[in-house]
């Protein structure tokens, strides 16, 4: 019943910018957590927070009221090249109390010329 959209992908020459956008929605009891991964061809996914080659040009925001969550990427490199996923983890009621579950995005493409 829970859905993840994400926007905002496209094509970027390096030195430029986008944001990316991943709106939660369907039955939510409470979000616990919503974050962004990434991964190129070849490569494992990657928690984009955890990235050191990201740090001080990507930053993550949320909106509460909307459940979405943004990355706004900035001085993109071609290394940024990737298929960026919205990730959550997201609180459901049930009979007996509330669950945990986790969802997945289906992913935007991000390609960055040089």
């Known amino acids: 019943q829970v859905q993840l959209v994400e926007s905002g992908g496209g094509l970027a020459q390096a030195g430029g910018s986008l944001r990316l956008s991943c709106a939660a929605s369907?039955?939510?009891?409470?979000?616990?957590?919503m974050d962004w991964y990434r991964q190129a061809p070849g490569k494992q996914r990657e928690l984009v927070a955890a990235?050191?080659?990201?740090?001080g040009r990507f930053t993550i925001s949320r909106d509460n009221a909307k459940n979405t969550v943004y990355l706004q990427m900035s001085n993109l490199q071609p290394e940024d090249t990737a298929v960026y996923y919205c990730?959550?983890?997201?609180?459901?009621?049930?009979?007996?109390?509330?669950?945990?579950?986790?969802?997945w995005g289906q992913g935007t493409q991000v390609t960055v010329s040089s």
């Open positions: 990730h959550a983890d997201i609180w459901r009621l049930g009979s007996s109390g509330r669950f945990l579950y986790s969802y």
């Open positions: 369907g039955s939510i009891f409470s979000l616990n957590a």
């Open positions: 990235t050191d080659s990201v740090k």
